[in-house]
């Protein structure tokens, strides 16, 4: 069984950067695809962004393309999520997630990092 932690996250003023890291252990990282979530305090769970095996194929939800890169390491079993000009409005408990297949929905979760950005 697959097991994500979650790093990275603090509390950062508007217009500054995060960058978010999650580390998997168990499984084989480099099958999966990756992505990453995040719910803002009353909100429902949003995607923010996705990652093929490869990482050559990302989607990003419209509200930080150009803002933020998701991005990989096979070998280090590392998933990124590189955040720049954060805004109050990307506050919110950042999870990891993966998916068995290209088409497959996200099944394992790590338990989050809580990004907070003043205004």
């Known amino acids: 069984q697959v097991q994500l932690v979650e790093s990275g996250g603090g509390l950062v003023q508007a217009g500054g950067s995060l960058r978010l890291s999650c580390s998997a252990s168990?499984?084989?990282?480099?099958?999966?695809?990756m992505g990453w979530f995040r719910q803002a305090p009353g909100k429902e769970r949003e995607f923010v962004a996705s990652?093929?095996?490869?990482?050559?194929?990302?989607y990003y939800v419209d509200s930080v393309k150009g803002r933020f890169t998701i991005s990989r390491d096979n070998a280090k079993r590392t998933l990124y999520l590189q955040m720049n000009n954060l805004k109050p409005e990307d506050t919110a408990v950042y999870y990891c997630?993966?998916?068995?297949?290209?088409?497959?929905?996200?099944?394992?979760w790590g338990q989050g990092t809580q990004v907070t950005v003043s205004s």
């Open positions: 990652v093929n095996w490869s990482g050559s194929n990302n």
């Open positions: 168990g499984g084989t990282f480099a099958n999966y695809r």
């Open positions: 997630a993966l998916a068995l297949g290209s088409h497959s929905a996200f099944t394992s």
